[in-house]
């Protein structure tokens, strides 16, 4: 009997059974004898018609979930661990292995969130809505009736933070948590996102991809780890634009672009454009998506064209173009401290050692302080990217209903003071230490370039 899931893309036969790896980390369960990894998804409308004479005829019933409806568990056998690259100091004091496979289910998580932080409620995303677009235009009013160099740089900044949680509302439309009708969701996906210059279909395709490959070392898709075999082929200028601040936090409009393979477009190895309908990133029938989130982009670019014109370039600069670039830089610094920086050794997976759950466990809670609020409670990560069809405004008390059956596989994240300065330390230590991972081994952790910066102790 074959085995579907349910995800972004929408009811798929698992195609591949996989034994079970050898861990001997723990002793033999009652959890599934195989394990079935999710495939590389890149469409998010998979969904399958019903065809009958009783009226269901070319109607087209597409199911757009972002998190698989079942996971097959880890099995564990044997006596041997696979290799393990770069794992010196990843197991704490007490013994505990980040590394190793979680003693519950994605099943046992799910039990333990209450029913009601599953609702979707479309009035109250839309508040939402509401409250930053009244903010968003409130700030432009303000800063352009004082208009001195007092307040335009704190005027940037709050912008481009209320630009970054715009991005993340059409983040919830992308995975479906912002209400259960998917005509609602794209509309208010397209207009948010198309208003910060973000290709609404072309990012969430991408997106799930790395939902659905989280903590995979190839099949990632943000901020994944390169191959030690790619990084040391890399010219020198590439991995300093990619590991010397701020040029990272300034990568996600080349990101889109993404035509080229090394730090001006995606991850090096990779190409594809955001854009491009015939980009790989696609399948065939996503085109029409690509066609349509591109055109509602150049309308974007073409409205701030002409703004330019009524109101002039240097105005448009001071109340759009910079605080755009703001947005970017929280854009990827968020995304990037998801899932590095930690001061514990987080593993990453391939082969058969991946898993959905073990790959999602890997992910990082985040304390942003005041800013929590500001946008939409993205910090609380690890929930979201096992659960991502959760709505924002319940993350925090399914995260609370979940700790106990993750145990040492969460880690507490850092209290912040009113504003995150601290996460600006783990950045920097990250990018000084997390530069590549080993090209073999199913189980493998960050490794240090000691000749990028000089000595920097051991890799984290």
């Known amino acids: 009997m074959a085995t579907w899931v349910i995800s972004e893309c929408g009811v ?20 599934p004898s195989s394990f079935r990894p999710l495939p590389v998804c890149k469409s998010s409308n998979f969904g399958f018609s019903l065809s009958s004479s009783s009226g269901f005829k070319a109607q087209n019933w597409k199911l757009n979930v972002s998190a698989p409806l079942r996971v097959s568990n880890v099995g564990e056998e044997g006596n041997e661990r696979v290799v393990v690259n770069g794992s010196e100091g990843a197991e704490d004091e007490s013994g505990f292995d980040p590394g190793a496979p979680p003693p ?30 009244v903010v968003v235009f409130g700030l432009a009013a303000a800063a352009a009736y004082f208009n001195n160099w007092v307040v335009w740089p704190l005027y940037w900044i709050a912008q481009g933070t209320m630009f970054w949680a715009l991005f993340v509302l059409g983040h919830d439309c992308g995975h479906g948590s912002f209400s259960s009708s998917p005509k609602l969701n794209s509309v208010m996906g397209h207009l948010l996102h198309s208003s910060i210059l973000v290709p609404y279909h072309g990012w969430r395709i991408s997106h799930r991809t790395h939902h659905q490959n989280h903590g995979h070392v190839e099949n990632d898709e943000s901020w994944h780890p390169l191959s030690e075999k790619i990084y040391k082929n890399l010219d020198n200028a590439t991995k300093m634009l990619r590991f010397a601040l701020p040029f990272p936090m300034l990568a996600y409009p080349f990101y889109l672009v993404g035509n080229s393979s090394d730090f001006w477009g995606r991850s090096p190895g990779k ?21 349509t989130s591109t055109a509602c982009w150049t309308a974007m670019v073409a409205l701030l064209g002409c703004l330019s014109f009524v109101m002039g370039p240097v105005q448009i600069l001071k109340l759009y173009v910079v605080p755009y670039w703001i947005f970017v830089m929280w854009l990827d610094l968020v995304t990037y401290l998801h899932h590095h920086g930690h001061e514990d050794k987080l593993p990453w997976y391939r082969g058969k050692e991946w898993s959905y759950l073990r790959g999602g466990l890997t992910t990082l809670d985040r304390d942003y302080g005041l800013i929590n609020n500001i946008h939409h409670d993205i910090g609380t990560h690890v929930i979201h990217h ?37 996460l600006l330390g783990s950045l920097i230590k990250s990018m000084k230490k997390d530069h590549y991972v080993s090209d073999t081994g199913d189980v493998v952790y960050y490794q240090t370039d000691q000749e990028l910066y000089g000595p920097t102790g051991s890799s984290t």
């Open 12 to 31: 798929k036969p698992i195609p591949k059974i996989y034994p079970r790896p050898r861990t001997g980390l723990l002793p033999k369960t009652s959890v």
């Open 104 to 133: 519950f289910k994605l099943a046992d998580i799910r039990a333990a969130i209450p029913k009601h932080c599953w609702v979707k409620d479309p009035w109250r995303s839309m508040s939402y809505v509401l409250r930053d677009v």
């Open 271 to 291: 190409k594809g454009s955001h854009f491009d309908p015939n980009s790989d990133l696609f399948l065939p029938n996503e085109r029409k998506d690509i066609i």
């Open 386 to 422: 096992l659960f991502p069809q959760i709505p924002h405004y319940h993350l925090v008390e399914a995260t609370e209903a979940a700790k106990p059956v993750f145990g040492k596989y969460y880690r507490k994240p850092k209290k912040s003071g009113p504003l995150p300065f601290h």
